[in-house]
């Protein structure tokens, strides 16, 4: 079985902080992403990585960055936290080519005070 | 660009059946998924269909495509105090070269006993 992990259930930070949060996935998949969820607005796209060290935005990279040293690891970063990126983070692999569906983590609940 | 919508919330009794419906706007060549999240955890794939596909079926639950009227529909039979979560319709068009899933917005599935 495909397996994604979060390095955090629940995280609370205050405002201006810098924020990491990380994503592993075992199945040597290529594709790694991450989105936030907000309620009625679904899962939007921050950004994804196709490879080590390549990265893309997404939809909503604005406050955002990431890292992808290795494979299995994708790290989204909160440079300076703000109360609007109060959200759940979810994270997802997949692998490369056409239609492959994407595996997801438990999630992050972040609240920045 | 590419664009998904579904109703926000859905109540049914437990035995009866469900249907989630799910509208979208790209093209031919298009994968589409079912999710579903259950409380505070992350999003588990239920199933997905290929748009030269009209339906498929795996045990209780049944995917129909419409693709002249872009839509897609996830019906459950039986439904169960279990089946109750958010379920998420998301589509990839292949032709674009995007690797990232369209989600809408999820349906709040209620299942009453």
């Known amino acids: 079985d495909v397996k994604v992990t979060q390095s955090s259930r629940y995280l609370v930070k205050r405002t201006g902080e810098k924020v990491f949060l990380e994503c592993v996935q075992d199945?040597?998949?290529?594709?790694m992403f991450w989105y936030r969820q907000d309620p009625g607005l679904g899962l939007r796209l921050i950004y994804f990585s196709y490879d080590v060290k390549m990265k893309e935005k997404g939809d909503i990279p604005e406050g955002y960055s990431v890292s992808r040293e290795k494979k299995e690891r994708f790290s989204l970063i909160l440079e300076s936290a703000s109360t609007n990126q109060t959200s759940m983070y979810l994270c997802a692999s997949s692998l490369e080519g056409r239609g492959h569906e994407q595996y997801f983590g438990p999630g992050t609940r972040l609240t920045v005070t | 660009g590419e664009d998904v919508e579904q109703s926000l919330f859905l109540s049914v009794r437990e035995g009866d059946s469900s249907v989630i419906n799910c509208t979208y706007t790209?093209?031919?060549?298009?994968?589409l998924y079912w999710y579903k999240q259950e409380p505070g955890a992350g999003l588990q794939l239920l199933t997905y269909?290929?748009?030269?596909?009209d339906m498929k079926q795996d045990q209780r639950l049944t995917v129909l495509l419409n693709k002249k009227d872009k839509h897609l529909s996830l019906r459950i039979a039986d439904t169960q105090t279990g089946d109750s979560a958010i379920y998420f319709c998301a589509e990839i068009d292949v032709d674009t070269g995007r690797r990232a899933l369209t989600f809408g917005s999820g349906t709040r599935l209620q299942v009453q006993p």
């Open positions: 199945m040597d998949h290529e594709n």
């Open positions: 790209d093209s031919s060549s298009t994968y």
């Open positions: 269909i290929f748009s030269n596909m």
